[in-house]
């Protein structure tokens, strides 16, 4: 495998533009990802206005997530495109493009009429509108993460990626609160009646202020210098991913499903699952899931700090295992009443954090020529296979266990040590047959 060697692969310390730019890159990925994921915290709602009464409840919440789930599955056509000009055209205007195409549909969702205005159309437009939605997050995503990443210097690039995370997840969090201040300011009535479209319509304005925030970034100075040596891909990136880089593809792949695994069951699916199993109030699943999201927040940048000091294996290996034992702890507390949720489901976000050092991996694992291509195609595809179908998967199961979202997150968490495991084995190796020099 042949990489570009840049002057941006030394050990100098972060500076005032690298803080910058991480700013700027993780607040404009936290309001544009609040677009992306502010659906599901309304998807009871949103379940009962665009689809008929008279259907059974677990059949309503199953094409809601399924529309939910589309928006997924639509990801690899907007990222594999815009990876594809990312690493012909540069970094920075694909960065920016995103914004666009998720605020536009995002504001439409919110003036959306409902199914009893226009019957079987409404949830086709929805779905159409969540389409868009996921192609848009498809190249924001692992674009963002190859933006930041090439920014700084080479031993911090586990912390950009973290922060990167952080400020997702923070638009996540961004998305409980407003979501909390929605079913706390309005009785059930008016949320329905027109509440729920305050969060959709505020994520139009966010989507505008986050392109706004990204006129004042830079390329990357990886790319910048590719280009001034004429050292971009010579034939379609992707073509070379798939022929040359397929060991990057599979682990990417896999570690992908570990995100999809805690974010989409631990922090986007327990407010639904906290209602409907457990009937506790929306308002007080959502406080509580705000205070997992801060937790998550946070483990996300001491997770990209670690896997900078001791290396991808240790992290992951430590990482699993913290989000096997707070998954199983938070699952079977709630059986025994309602007196630990806080802390435990705090706990649990925290240890979801490890999705923080996923991109770390991901960046590495694929030479800048074509590393936007090779991280959004593996990234986006697994996401839309195993993020797209876990809501549906699990909604399922949980006809037979209520505990199916435990099982679910511990076997990926034990998927995620046997990865962990894989990286420290091959980073002995590579340790071991390079020279030693005085």
């Given at each position: 495998?042949?990489?570009?060697?840049?002057?941006?692969?030394?050990?100098?310390?972060?500076?005032?533009?690298?803080?910058?730019?991480?700013?700027?890159?993780?607040?404009?990925?936290?309001?544009?990802?609040?677009?992306?994921?502010?659906?599901?915290?309304?998807?009871?709602?949103?379940?009962?206005?665009?689809?008929?009464?008279?259907?059974?409840?677990?059949?309503?919440?199953?094409?809601?997530?399924?529309?939910?789930?589309?928006?997924?599955?639509?990801?690899?056509?907007?990222?594999?495109?815009?990876?594809?000009?990312?690493?012909?055209?540069?970094?920075?205007?694909?960065?920016?493009?995103?914004?666009?195409?998720?605020?536009?549909?995002?504001?439409?969702?919110?003036?959306?009429?409902?199914?009893?205005?226009?019957?079987?159309?409404?949830?086709?437009?929805?779905?159409?509108?969540?389409?868009?939605?996921?192609?848009?997050?498809?190249?924001?995503?692992?674009?963002?993460?190859?933006?930041?990443?090439?920014?700084?210097?080479?031993?911090?690039?586990?912390?950009?990626?973290?922060?990167?995370?952080?400020?997702?997840?923070?638009?996540?969090?961004?998305?409980?609160?407003?979501?909390?201040?929605?079913?706390?300011?309005?009785?059930?009535?008016?949320?329905?009646?027109?509440?729920?479209?305050?969060?959709?319509?505020?994520?139009?304005?966010?989507?505008?202020?986050?392109?706004?925030?990204?006129?004042?970034?830079?390329?990357?100075?990886?790319?910048?210098?590719?280009?001034?040596?004429?050292?971009?891909?010579?034939?379609?990136?992707?073509?070379?991913?798939?022929?040359?880089?397929?060991?990057?593809?599979?682990?990417?792949?896999?570690l992908t499903w570990l995100l999809s695994a805690g974010i989409v069951v631990v922090i986007l699916m327990t407010p639904t699952y906290l209602q409907k199993v457990h009937a506790i109030s929306p308002a007080d699943a959502l406080t509580a899931n705000s205070l997992a999201i801060l937790a998550l927040t946070l483990g996300c940048v001491l997770y990209g700090?670690?896997?900078?000091?001791?290396?991808?294996?240790?992290?992951?290996?430590?990482?699993?295992?913290?989000?096997?034992?707070?998954?199983?702890?938070?699952?079977?507390?709630?059986?025994?009443?309602?007196?630990?949720?806080?802390?435990?489901?705090?706990?649990?976000?925290?240890?979801?954090?490890?999705?923080?050092?996923?991109?770390?991996?991901?960046?590495?694992?694929?030479?800048?020529?074509?590393?936007?291509?090779?991280?959004?195609?593996?990234?986006?595809?697994?996401?839309?296979?195993?993020?797209?179908?876990?809501?549906?998967?699990?909604?399922?199961?949980?006809?037979?266990?209520?505990?199916?979202?435990?099982?679910?997150?511990?076997?990926?968490?034990?998927?995620?040590?046997?990865?962990?495991?894989?990286?420290?084995l091959r980073q002995r190796g590579q340790r071991q047959s390079t020279p030693q020099t005085a």
């Amino acid at each position: 495998m042949t990489t570009v060697r840049t002057t941006h692969d030394h050990n100098r310390p972060l500076n005032r533009q690298d803080y910058k730019t991480l700013s700027l890159a993780a607040l404009g990925g936290a309001l544009e990802f609040y677009d992306f994921i502010i659906f599901v915290f309304f998807a009871v709602v949103i379940g009962e206005l665009f689809f008929p009464a008279d259907i059974p409840e677990w059949l309503r919440q199953f094409q809601t997530f399924g529309i939910f789930a589309a928006g997924y599955l639509a990801r690899p056509l907007g990222g594999i495109i815009m990876a594809h000009f990312g690493d012909l055209i540069g970094r920075k205007r694909m960065f920016t493009l995103s914004i666009l195409l998720m605020a536009l549909p995002t504001l439409l969702i919110g003036l959306l009429p409902t199914y009893a205005t226009l019957g079987i159309a409404a949830p086709l437009l929805l779905l159409l509108l969540r389409i868009m939605q996921g192609a848009a997050i498809g190249g924001e995503v692992p674009g963002a993460w190859v933006f930041v990443a090439e920014h700084v210097p080479a031993k911090r690039v586990g912390l950009a990626c973290g922060t990167l995370t952080a400020g997702l997840t923070a638009g996540i969090l961004l998305g409980s609160l407003v979501a909390t201040a929605i079913n706390r300011g309005m009785s059930p009535v008016e949320v329905s009646e027109w509440g729920w479209r305050l969060a959709f319509v505020l994520g139009g304005v966010f989507g505008i202020v986050a392109m706004y925030l990204r006129r004042w970034l830079h390329e990357t100075p990886v790319f910048a210098e590719m280009q001034a040596n004429k050292a971009l891909a010579a034939e379609l990136p992707l073509k070379t991913v798939l022929r040359e880089h397929k060991g990057s593809v599979v682990i990417s792949m896999l570690l992908t499903w570990l995100l999809s695994a805690g974010i989409v069951v631990v922090i986007l699916m327990t407010p639904t699952y906290l209602q409907k199993v457990h009937a506790i109030s929306p308002a007080d699943a959502l406080t509580a899931n705000s205070l997992a999201i801060l937790a998550l927040t946070l483990g996300c940048v001491l997770y990209g700090r670690l896997i900078d000091a001791i290396g991808s294996g240790p992290t992951f290996m430590l990482g699993s295992l913290l989000l096997a034992g707070a998954t199983y702890a938070f699952y079977h507390g709630l059986a025994g009443g309602m007196d630990q949720l806080i802390p435990l489901y705090t706990l649990a976000g925290f240890a979801v954090g490890i999705v923080g050092a996923v991109p770390y991996v991901m960046v590495n694992a694929f030479p800048a020529v074509v590393r936007f291509s090779g991280l959004s195609f593996s990234y986006n595809v697994a996401y839309a296979i195993f993020g797209g179908l876990t809501p549906m998967l699990v909604t399922l199961w949980m006809k037979e266990d209520v505990l199916a979202p435990s099982h679910y997150v511990v076997s990926l968490a034990a998927l995620g040590f046997v990865l962990g495991l894989l990286l420290w084995l091959r980073q002995r190796g590579q340790r071991q047959s390079t020279p030693q020099t005085a």
